[in-house]
């Protein structure tokens, strides 16, 4: 069984995929010159935090209404929570920065962000893949998000060994290096949101 045009479930999908899109952009290209402008942006952040956490709730409360939905309810939920979970990590990086007054992310950080924002994208495309039941595409989909979380475990190495070698200051490192393991989490949650696409997938299809 799949999606229908216009079905509750692919709409409110769509919505917290939507709204992943765009903080995700958000979070990328925000420009930071000052401490002030931190604080915008992780009250930002939050708004968009808050928002995708009333799209999971209304999942539920549907999902708690309707007797038969259009594909497995736990695997709505699962792909509710796990998109969730990558704006839930975004949100807590952007309150990290804030809170050690970090105004210029540096060559690596930007690496990360890059390849969320492309897991975010990517993202969005598989979701509005599922109303039309195009399962192959929706893959392809969910292997690029991989690569993506890939290449965040070779950033993070490269970040760190280079944290060590250069920073003298214990707190900078240890600051620096709790946002460079957060943001490879973030891409690791990207992750499990490809590999609840799998599982749809490997049901229905």
Request: proline share 1%; aromatic share 10%; glycine share 2%.
């Amino acid at each position: 069984m799949v999606f229908k045009k216009k079905d509750k479930f692919a709409i409110l999908l769509s919505q917290i995929a939507g709204n992943l899109k765009v903080s995700a952009h958000y979070f990328a290209d925000y420009k930071i010159n000052n401490v002030s402008d931190l604080k915008e942006f992780s009250s930002t952040m939050k708004d968009y935090e808050t928002k995708g956490d009333s799209y999971v709730h209304e999942v539920i409360l549907d999902l708690n209404k309707v007797f038969i939905t259009p594909i497995e309810r736990e695997d709505i939920l699962a792909l509710a929570m796990s998109m969730d979970d990558v704006l839930d990590g975004l949100e807590h990086t952007s309150a990290m920065f804030e809170m050690y007054s970090i105004t210029q992310a540096d060559e690596y950080m930007l690496k990360f962000v890059v390849a969320i924002r492309q897991c975010s994208d990517e993202i969005e495309a598989a979701v509005e893949l599922l109303s039309t039941k195009k399962w192959i595409q929706i893959r392809e989909h969910a292997i690029k998000i991989k690569d993506y979380e890939s290449k965040c475990d070779g950033i993070l190495r490269q970040s760190i060994k280079h944290l060590f070698n250069t920073e003298k200051d214990p707190i900078r490192i240890i600051q620096y290096k709790e946002i460079y393991e957060e943001l490879e989490q973030i891409a690791d949650y990207c992750q499990n949101v490809a590999n609840t696409f799998e599982t749809i997938i490997m049901k229905n299809a």
